[in-house]
């Protein structure tokens, strides 16, 4: 993170109790790994010594009175300055008539005026020595016209003054662990749950859902607003340095500097969790269509996809976010993503296998050792095979389940335990003396818990009702959901973790090449010229960087045609060709007539000469037509495309699918942000739903995935030597069991050289 390291702030291990409100952290409760050195400015803004609260109120409908309320009745520790013209006290606190009025130099103001105040206010924060201002009001960017000027006046005077804003049109901000709340939320606890909202209602859903489970505490949330001045990557900065978040928590509807906040998230991931959930697709990341690459990108998936490649748990539905945080912040990671289910019900063990399935997690496959001691304990018709069902073995006892989870918990191959059923129920459906039973089941899942590294997540058709046995798994820190599905979302985002910071501490970084003068020569006469690379210019760049690319010639005349016909005749008789036009003016050769496949013989090639040339002048009259390129047919094999666009949020992305004149309509294509390790490449070419056909099918051979995977690498590393790269289109690549054929090649040049999209402040 580029930040010098505070004094006394080395990375440690830490460990948080509160997800465990007795104050003992489990064995599975993993500390968090480290934490980063403490650099972020926002710590003084965020656990201020003093608040001032411009537009303080005594009038209950006012958000001065709100805020003030919510620090005098959570018992803030700081001093609290009332700022209000007309008032002498509020709520018992003696008012300052203005900001520079205050004896004090607080480290927040918190302005409750409407927005044309604001810039004023600003500069009175900054003579008065106040660090950071969270704006309420809003009137600003948001609405356009003398919003955004307004916003810009008051950014210029931030600017001048030093002053950071959080804002403006925020909801506000609360850090619970410095009891400090100026949203006046009630019932909101100290916990480990560090948030970030676009959305204040988002905010109050997820309070109340935390209030009504009675186990999640949040530490920090910030409502990030206009993101005028701090944005997204600067709040979850400050949240992986924050000792009190255990996972940070985000809801996002647009990024004002992507890239930015990918490389922050990449730093905080290797340290805690981060779970986002992301509304929409960004217009923003939109550009024209004049690729396959560029019609496709600045897409939800695309987001999605570049997230997960920072370590960020990505949760598609907004009641997955507190589950999921919950698990993630109490269990930190699985090893795997084989899960060992047990359950008192078959017809609830066969939905958790379906789901578990669903999500890319496997049932783990039990050794016989382990299946003999489950045999040991459990009636006969109880089935041993992953799902575990004990069959009624537990009716009588329901201890037994915890007996069962410790066995499976020992076993190497299994990553987590998923226990689904009605634990907790048994007194309450068969008989209270079965409570006692229960009691010392849940005492011994705790015991275990504290023993093994390995997840467990129960699931019980009980918890809406917290009986006993489980709330005493609630105090202990254990995550019971009252959903399958939630519980299968935990599961999937505790192994996608692990299998993260795994590979994060494999990973190594690709080495990067160097532009060679002559391509960059190229590039410069091409955009002297207003035109992109010629198709056998796009194919040189990639030639002269290690890709392999077939022979090619430019035919201009029936003379070099002669020539190629010649070059062409190999010794088993002639070769099938491929011929294309060759024009600055025509971007999509095919929609003008200008190819022909599988041409065979002089006599054939000057015939499709001349079609594609009429074809052409016939599609646009004007076009400059430089000639046409000639080269052999491809051998057979699976279409796939390769794209590259300089993304206006998220810099430059690398899209690979399943390629050909379907890409567009199938949109089986993955995402990653360029530059790409070897292991991001690998995960491209599995993502794609299409990697059955990699793999061969009807008696076709599997495709070399070795040589996709080089190909992925080189053309990123192309991307990060030519900024004057702007997009490039590779489609299609043709792959078989031999290697790859690059058949098209696109790339179009950015036409102000001064201009680098790659780069982000």
């Known amino acids: 993170m580029n930040c010098p390291a505070a004094a006394g702030s080395e990375p440690r291990f830490i460990a948080h109790s509160s997800f465990a409100p007795e104050g003992k952290v489990s064995q599975h409760m993993n500390p968090i790994e480290g934490h980063l050195p403490t650099c972020s400015p926002l710590h003084d803004i965020l656990a201020p010594g003093g608040i001032a609260v411009v537009g303080a109120s005594s009038d209950p409908t006012k958000r001065g009175y709100k805020a003030m309320v919510g620090l005098i009745k959570d018992g803030y520790r700081g001093d609290i300055y009332p700022v209000n013209p007309k008032a002498d006290m509020i709520l018992g606190i003696k008012a300052w008539p203005s900001v520079t009025a205050i004896p004090g130099s607080p480290a927040l103001a918190l302005i409750c005026t409407p927005a044309p105040s604001v810039p004023g206010l600003i500069a009175e924060c900054g003579r008065r020595g106040i660090k950071g201002a969270v704006i309420l009001a809003s009137g600003f960017a948001e609405i356009g016209g003398e919003g955004a000027e307004l916003e810009r006046e008051m950014m210029e005077k931030a600017r001048a003054h030093g002053v950071r804003i959080i804002g403006p049109n925020t909801s506000g901000i609360f850090n619970l662990h410095h009891k400090i709340n100026l949203l006046a939320l009630d019932n909101v606890k100290p916990g480990g749950v560090g948030i970030i909202s676009q959305s204040g209602n988002m905010l109050l859903s997820l309070a109340l859902e935390a209030q009504y489970n009675g186990n999640v505490g949040f530490s920090t949330y910030v409502g990030p607003g206009n993101q005028s001045d701090i944005g997204f990557n600067d709040y979850l900065r400050y949240l992986g340095e924050d000792e009190h978040t255990r996972v940070a928590t985000l809801y996002v509807e647009g990024f004002r500097d992507g890239r930015k906040f990918l490389e922050v998230a990449r730093e905080v991931t290797a340290m805690k969790p981060v779970v986002v959930y992301k509304s929409g697709s960004t217009e923003a990341g939109q550009k024209a269509a004049s690729s396959h690459t560029g019609a496709l990108a600045g897409s939800y998936a695309m987001t999605v996809d570049l997230l997960r490649q920072a370590g960020i748990s990505v949760v598609q539905h907004s009641d997955e976010i507190l589950p999921v945080a919950e698990g993630l912040g109490l269990l930190q990671k699985a090893r795997g993503k084989r899960v060992a289910v047990i359950s008192d019900g078959g017809g609830q063990a066969t939905i958790a296998s379906d789901r578990l399935a669903e999500a890319g997690l496997t049932l783990a496959e039990l050794s016989e050792a382990t299946r003999q001691k489950l045999r040991d304990v459990l009636f006969p018709q109880a089935s041993t095979v992953n799902p575990v069902d004990v069959a009624g073995s537990t009716d009588a006892n329901p201890s037994l389940l915890a007996t069962c989870m410790e066995i499976v918990a020992a076993d ?21 003396s079965l409570l006692g039973d229960e009691m010392r089941g849940a005492e011994a899942m705790v015991d275990l818990s504290r023993a093994t590294p390995k997840p467990l997540v129960i699931y019980s058709l009980y918890a809406p009702i917290k ?3 489980l709330r005493r798994l609630h105090e202990a820190g254990l995550p019971i959901y009252a959903s399958i599905e939630h519980s299968v979302r935990v599961l999937s985002a505790l192994g996608e973790r692990g299998q993260y910071l795994a590979q994060v501490e494999r990973q190594s970084r690709e080495r990067s090449v160097e532009p060679l003068p002559e391509l960059t020569a190229m590039f410069q006469r091409a955009r002297d010229e207003g035109r992109d690379l010629f198709e056998y210019e796009a194919k040189q760049l990639l030639r002269d ?31 099938p060709l491929a011929m294309k036009v060759v024009s600055k003016d025509i971007l999509h050769k095919s929609d003008a007539g200008g190819v022909k496949l599988n041409v065979v013989g002089e006599a054939a090639m000057r015939e499709a000469r001349g079609a594609i040339l009429a074809s052409c002048l016939a599609y646009d009259a004007s076009a400059e037509i430089e000639g046409v390129l000639v080269t052999p047919m491809a051998k057979k094999g699976v279409e796939v495309i390769l794209g590259v666009i300089r993304d206006p949020i998220f810099g430059p992305v690398l ?9 567009e309509i199938l949109e089986d294509v993955a995402f990653r942000a360029i530059p790409l390790s070897r292991r991001d490449a690998e995960d491209m070419v599995e993502q794609i739903k299409a990697k059955k056909i990699l793999g061969g099918v009807r008696g076709e051979k599997a495709v070399d995935k070795t040589a996709l995977v080089d190909l992925l690498l080189k053309v990123s590393r192309i991307v990060e030597a030519y900024p004057a790269l702007s997009e490039l289109d590779l489609n299609p690549v043709i792959v078989n069991a031999d290697g790859y054929a690059v058949v098209d090649a696109r790339v179009i040049v950015e036409r102000d050289a001064s201009t680098d999209k790659e780069a982000h402040s």
Do not use: C, Q, W
């Not at 226990?419 to 907790?424: A, D, R, S």
């Not at 890709?547 to 010794?571: C, S």
């Not at 899209?655 to 890409?663: A, T, Y």
């Open 545 to 575: 960087h290690g890709i392999e690319v077939p022979l090619e010639l430019v035919v201009r005349d029936e003379t070099e045609l002669a020539e190629a016909a010649k070059r062409f005749a190999g010794e088993s008789g002639e070769t």
């Open 412 to 432: 190497d191959n299994v990553d987590s335990v998923f226990l689904v059923g009605m634990f907790g129920g048994y007194s309450t459906r068969f008989a209270e």
């Open 655 to 663: 899209m690979f699918g399943l390629g050909g004149i379907f890409v």
């Open 467 to 469: 009986p006993p046995a």
